[in-house]
Protein backbone atom coordinates (compact mmCIF):
# COMPACT_ATOMS: atom_id res chain seq x y z
CA UNK A 1 0.00 0.00 0.00
CA UNK A 2 1.26 3.71 -0.91
CA UNK A 3 0.85 6.93 0.35
CA UNK A 4 -1.30 7.66 -2.31
CA UNK A 5 -3.90 4.68 -1.48
CA UNK A 6 -3.65 5.81 1.97
CA UNK A 7 -4.36 9.25 1.52
CA UNK A 8 -7.19 8.36 -0.45
CA UNK A 9 -8.32 6.37 2.40
CA UNK A 10 -8.37 8.97 4.38
CA UNK A 11 -10.34 11.56 2.10
CA UNK A 12 -13.00 9.12 1.89
CA UNK A 13 -12.99 8.78 5.97
CA UNK A 14 -13.12 12.34 5.73
CA UNK A 15 -9.48 12.82 7.77
CA UNK A 16 -7.09 15.48 6.98
CA UNK A 17 -3.59 15.11 7.39
CA UNK A 18 -0.85 17.29 6.70
CA UNK A 19 2.06 15.54 4.62
CA UNK A 20 3.82 15.19 8.09
CA UNK A 21 1.03 13.27 9.91
CA UNK A 22 0.80 10.93 6.88
CA UNK A 23 4.21 10.05 6.73
CA UNK A 24 4.36 8.93 10.85
CA UNK A 25 0.82 7.46 9.79
CA UNK A 26 1.82 5.66 6.92
CA UNK A 27 3.53 2.57 8.71
CA UNK A 28 1.53 2.23 11.03
CA UNK A 29 -1.24 1.87 8.42
CA UNK A 30 0.12 -0.24 6.82
CA UNK A 31 1.49 -2.24 9.30
CA UNK A 32 -2.52 -2.52 10.83
CA UNK A 33 -4.01 -3.32 7.08
CA UNK A 34 -1.53 -6.07 6.92
CA UNK A 35 -2.97 -7.53 10.30
CA UNK A 36 -6.28 -7.21 8.92
CA UNK A 37 -5.17 -9.38 5.66
CA UNK A 38 -3.58 -11.80 7.68
CA UNK A 39 -7.10 -12.07 9.62
CA UNK A 40 -9.43 -12.22 6.47
CA UNK A 41 -6.98 -15.25 5.57
CA UNK A 42 -8.34 -17.52 8.90
CA UNK A 43 -10.92 -20.41 7.29
CA UNK A 44 -13.84 -20.00 9.57
CA UNK A 45 -16.56 -21.67 7.21
CA UNK A 46 -16.00 -24.91 9.37
CA UNK A 47 -16.12 -22.80 12.93
CA UNK A 48 -19.50 -23.05 15.20
CA UNK A 49 -20.91 -19.55 15.51
CA UNK A 50 -20.60 -18.04 18.57
CA UNK A 51 -22.24 -15.26 20.65
CA UNK A 52 -19.83 -15.03 23.18
CA UNK A 53 -16.31 -15.84 23.97
CA UNK A 54 -16.13 -16.50 27.87
CA UNK A 55 -18.72 -18.86 29.53
CA UNK A 56 -20.24 -15.88 31.30
CA UNK A 57 -23.88 -16.01 32.02
CA UNK A 58 -26.26 -13.06 32.05
CA UNK A 59 -26.37 -11.52 35.34
CA UNK A 60 -28.88 -8.69 34.78
CA UNK A 61 -31.89 -9.02 37.14
CA UNK A 62 -34.97 -9.54 35.41
CA UNK A 63 -37.16 -6.67 34.97
CA UNK A 64 -40.60 -5.94 37.30
CA UNK A 65 -43.28 -4.14 36.40
CA UNK A 66 -43.93 -1.74 39.70
CA UNK A 67 -45.52 0.88 40.23
CA UNK A 68 -45.71 4.15 38.52
CA UNK A 69 -45.60 7.38 39.69
CA UNK A 70 -48.56 10.33 38.13
CA UNK A 71 -47.92 12.86 35.95
CA UNK A 72 -48.34 15.38 39.16
CA UNK A 73 -46.75 13.68 41.46
CA UNK A 74 -43.49 13.28 38.28
CA UNK A 75 -43.23 17.06 37.95
CA UNK A 76 -44.46 17.96 41.63
CA UNK A 77 -40.48 19.08 42.68
CA UNK A 78 -39.70 20.71 39.33
CA UNK A 79 -38.53 24.19 39.48
CA UNK A 80 -40.68 24.80 36.11
CA UNK A 81 -43.29 22.80 34.29
CA UNK A 82 -45.90 23.69 31.60
CA UNK A 83 -48.63 21.30 30.39
CA UNK A 84 -48.27 18.41 33.04
CA UNK A 85 -44.85 18.34 31.60
CA UNK A 86 -40.82 19.22 32.46
CA UNK A 87 -40.73 22.61 31.18
CA UNK A 88 -36.73 22.81 29.86
CA UNK A 89 -34.80 25.51 28.09
CA UNK A 90 -34.29 24.58 24.41
CA UNK A 91 -30.66 25.03 23.89
CA UNK A 92 -29.76 23.63 20.66
CA UNK A 93 -31.04 25.27 17.16
Not at 18 to 32: A, G, N, Q, R
Amino acid sequence: MDRKEIKHIADIAQIDFSDEELEKFEDSFIETMGLINKIREIETEELEETFRVIDAVNNLREDEVGESLTQEKAVENTVDSKYGYFNIVKFVE
